[in-house]
């Protein structure tokens, strides 16, 4: 240190040592800011002697050497405690985080319960599986076969009308065997009149059998138009083809539903396209066969919600069982239950997702968790912020 150089260096790193600031972790006392202006001067001072050639002695250097040692040690402690402020706002940018992903974040599937009353339903079935149960018929009109066996005779032809009435006299029975689907069948249910329905089919496995005895009216077009009377029990096979086959029933007896419930389905569809032809466009658009139903979320321990009129709501898959699907007032009660996923209401333009939230899920199922859980958080938060805070001052 007996160099004007070295001097030199130690007088200039005084000079660029931070002064004290109000945020200091550590706040500097007034005998440590004294020392400091102390050894700024004797420094100067020394320098001084050095230049006019007055020696310095040696005492003087040992006082300087202690002083510089002890203001380093002090600045290098105030810079490695200076307060920390990053992992403070990593943790506020991580709550946010977590909290967005709870709030706007959707769950992938939801257990639902589905009790409604609608004028339409389509049902897509997940296994070969029949669909009705045996069913005693007054009147029947099949389309969309490819051709009809008739007492021993293979008719061509695509609609067939059996009526077993004149007016109000029964004159012979009509009996549908149960129908059955294959894995992937497609079933279209509506009514036309409180005893008369319409089921459209796609997707059969194996041929439609009618059982008939008695004097029946046989109207095939093209073919025959006659009264045909049965003497003994008789069976007519209808053949389907690929396109659908629509039949129009009307039951001659106070029947609840014609279908063979539980019915597994891997989508169910309540909405009917309709085609608005104009002049020159046409123009396609679904409408919602909703009447009115409640919609449970199994998921949510049964949450509810009420489903109006005309209320569009569409699945991207909804896997489970028809348990009931009954004929009440021209339209059809049906109850569902299973899981759905991509559950949407509105239009198809600007669709609003039913799904449940993380955060609905979560409080359903670990509810007083989350309470406790989101206690904590916020508390650890608020004392880091508040440590923070105070060590800022």
């Not at 039951?251 to 396209?273: D, G, H, I, M, Y």
């Not at 339209?331 to 955060?359: I, K, Q, S, Y």
């Not at 406790?372 to 608020?382: D, R, T």
Request: hydrophobic share 40%.
């Amino acid at each position: 240190m007996n160099g004007f150089s070295t001097l030199d260096k130690m007088l200039e790193r005084i000079r660029k040592w931070k002064k004290p600031k109000r945020h200091d972790s550590i706040q500097p006392r007034d005998d440590l800011i004294d020392i400091r202006a102390l050894l700024t001067k004797r420094l100067q001072k020394v320098l001084k002697s050095l230049r006019d050639g007055e020696e310095v002695s040696r005492t003087d250097l040992g006082s300087l050497r202690k002083l510089w040692q002890f203001l380093k040690i002090s600045n290098d402690c105030k810079e490695k405690l200076r307060p920390r402020r990053l992992p403070v706002f990593l943790l506020m940018i991580l709550a946010v985080a977590v909290l967005s992903c709870l709030l706007f974040l959707h769950c992938q599937s939801a257990e639902v319960n589905l009790n409604a009353e609608v004028s339409e339903a389509t049902l897509i079935f997940a296994g070969s599986q029949p669909i009705t149960n045996l069913l005693t018929l007054s009147d029947i009109g099949i389309s969309g076969f490819d051709s009809i066996q008739l007492e021993g005779r293979t008719l061509k032809g695509s609609s067939l009308h059996l009526s077993s009435s004149m007016g109000k006299v029964k004159r012979g029975s009509i009996t549908l065997a149960g129908v059955q689907l294959n894995a992937g069948g497609i079933v279209w249910l509506g009514t036309l009149s409180p005893a008369k329905y319409r089921i459209a089919l796609k997707g059969a496995r194996g041929a439609l059998r009618l059982d008939v005895v008695g004097t029946l009216r046989v109207v095939i077009p093209g073919v025959m138009n006659v009264d045909m009377n049965f003497r003994t029990p008789s069976r007519i096979v209808i053949y389907p083809g690929t396109d659908i086959v629509d039949m129009d029933l009307m039951v001659n007896e106070n029947l609840s539903t014609p279908f063979a419930v539980p019915l597994n389905v891997k989508q169910l569809l309540l909405f009917r396209v309709d085609d608005d032809r104009a002049l020159e466009n046409t123009t396609v658009r679904q409408v919602s066969t909703i009447v009115t139903g409640t919609l449970y979320f199994e998921s949510l321990s049964d949450e509810s919600r009420s489903l109006r009129a005309g209320q569009r709501l569409r699945f991207s898959s909804a896997e489970g069982e028809v348990r009931s699907l009954t004929f009440e007032n021209r339209n059809l009660r049906l109850d569902f239950r299973g899981r759905v996923r991509g559950m949407t209401t509105g239009t198809e333009a600007e669709p609003r997702n039913l799904m449940p939230t993380l955060l609905e899920w979560v409080r359903a199922r670990q509810g007083l968790a989350l309470l406790w859980g989101s206690s904590l958080y916020v508390v650890g938060l608020l004392a880091a912020i508040v440590r923070w805070w105070r060590s800022s001052e």
